[in-house]
């Protein structure tokens, strides 16, 4: 089976763009988590959606959007993108909410902002 | 609030010997304990967890880590490590909710 996929793998903006980025859950997986990991740290968590609605948030400005599809497919939007939003943003599925449901990561989508 | 504090940013560790890496977790409620795994340009893998039950948790590699709920600590060990173990190894807590905190990561570093 395949796993959590992820699109794009790289990608370079420019400073007040707006990007997209998208992630495919593992087939049957109806939870799909979002998180910001800046080189040299820890995963932060920014959202979590499950039955395509949002289940929580994270501290992250208004900048900062997602949605989940009927598919359980997920995009995350970041407009007006600053330096400080450079990062590998993970995706992560789990067939349900909660802590009982182990989380599987995608490999991520690297972002550079200049 | 819940934090995560893994002090060890690296641990560099002969082939065969045993390690530890560190965690602990500062949280006013019951808590969730996670160890992931991220090897070099991959995901997070789900390493083990302490749910509730026995506090000493064990993965199918070797690792083991032991919930010590005193000491607000969560530490993952290996009697013997190998080359494949060198990775980035996370810790992480959750309340049970949507939102796990990570803490920034130990570095495994495992010499021939």
């Known amino acids: 089976d395949a796993g959590v996929t992820q699109s794009p793998t790289h990608l370079i903006k420019t400073r007040g763009q707006h990007v997209t980025l998208r992630c495919s859950p593992i087939?049957?997986?109806?939870?799909v988590s979002w998180y910001q990991q800046v080189l040299g740290q820890g995963p932060q968590f920014i959202f979590q959606?499950?039955?395509?609605?949002?289940?929580g948030r994270g501290n992250f400005p208004d900048r900062f959007s997602a949605r989940q599809f009927p598919n359980y497919s997920s995009e995350l939007n970041v407009n007006a993108l600053l330096l400080g939003d450079s990062a590998l943003y993970l995706c992560?599925?789990?067939?349900?909410?909660?802590?009982?449901?182990?989380?599987?990561f995608g490999p991520g989508t690297r972002l550079t902002v200049t | 609030a819940q934090s995560v504090t893994q002090l060890d940013s690296q641990v560099p560790v002969f082939e065969e010997a045993p390690v530890e890496l560190r965690c602990n977790y500062s949280s006013s409620v019951s808590v969730y304990l996670f160890w992931y795994v991220q090897y070099p340009n991959q995901g997070l893998q789900l390493l083990l967890k302490?749910?509730?039950?026995?506090?000493l948790v064990e993965s199918i590699n070797g690792f083991e880590a032991e919930f010590n709920k005193s000491q607000t600590s969560f530490h993952l060990r290996k009697p013997s490590v190998h080359i494949s173990d060198t990775a980035e190894y996370f810790c992480a807590v959750s309340t049970g909710t949507y939102k796990y905190i990570f803490g920034t990561g130990t570095r495994l570093k495992v010499l021939a």
């Open positions: 992560a599925s789990s067939p349900g909410a909660g802590v009982a449901y182990e989380q599987y």
């Open positions: 087939s049957g997986h109806k939870s």
């Open positions: 302490y749910l509730s039950g026995s506090t």
């Open positions: 959606y499950y039955e395509k609605e949002e289940r």
